[in-house]
């Protein structure tokens, strides 16, 4: 069965870091592309960064973004990261983990708040 949790939310203060973990069971870690997915109050899903390695290791981050948050892998661990830097309230959201085009996580609440 396959299975992505992730972890590491939590209320942060505006400035400050927080990383995120996806941990992945069930498929192969291979599958491409990895990637993670924010959710605000009253907004769609939309993409925040991806990790792909269909030739080389490749990644992608919305422009909110770029600059803060790297996303990461560790095959070993079968874990998928996202460290989140000079934090903002306009990050508030449930992150999710995704897996290739079919596999979901269920989110872990960010607030950033004061």
């Known amino acids: 069965q396959v299975q992505l949790v992730e972890s590491g939310g939590g209320l942060v203060q505006p400035g400050g870091s927080l990383t995120l973990s996806c941990a992945a069971s069930?498929?192969?870690?291979?599958?491409?592309?990895m990637g993670w997915y924010r959710q605000a109050p009253g907004k769609d899903r939309e993409l925040v960064a991806t990790?792909?390695?269909?030739?080389?290791?490749?990644?992608t981050y919305a422009d909110s973004v770029k600059g803060r948050f790297t996303i990461s892998i560790d095959n070993n661990k079968n874990t998928v990261y996202l460290r989140m830097n000079n934090l903002n309230p306009e990050d508030t959201a449930v992150y999710y983990c995704?897996?290739?085009?079919?596999?979901w996580g269920k989110g872990t609440l960010v607030t950033v708040s004061s």
């Open positions: 990790y792909s390695t269909w030739r080389f290791p490749t990644t």
């Open positions: 069930g498929i192969i870690f291979s599958i491409n592309p």
């Open positions: 995704k897996a290739g085009s079919d596999y």
